[in-house]
């Protein structure tokens, strides 16, 4: 995430949550950060482990599609 300037200083994993301490540039808006933050972990979740994957996020897809058909 160096290209937007977000850095991860800190962070604690729970069962069912995180915790982050960022560094950010003052000029992103909150709701950005957190788009760039779940579109990464996203990404780096979905290579490693392909059949989370589809099970998840293949699921999602088919769901949009539906919806946009409508």
């Known amino acids: 995430m160096k ?3 977000i850095r991860v200083l800190q962070g ?3 069962k069912d949550h995180i ?3 960022l560094s950010c540039p003052p000029r992103l ?3 950005k950060i957190m788009q760039y933050l779940k579109g990464r972990s996203s990404l780096l979740l ?3 482990f392909s059949d989370l994957k589809k099970r ?3 699921s ?3 769901q949009e599609n539906i ?3 409508r």
Do not use: C, F, K
């Open 56 to 58: 998840y996020w293949d």
């Open 12 to 14: 604690s994993v729970g």
């Open 67 to 69: 919806s946009a058909q």
């Open 29 to 31: 808006a909150p709701s």
């Open 60 to 62: 999602i897809s088919r």
């Open 46 to 48: 979905q290579d490693p």
């Open 19 to 21: 915790h982050l301490l």
């Open 3 to 5: 290209q937007e300037g």
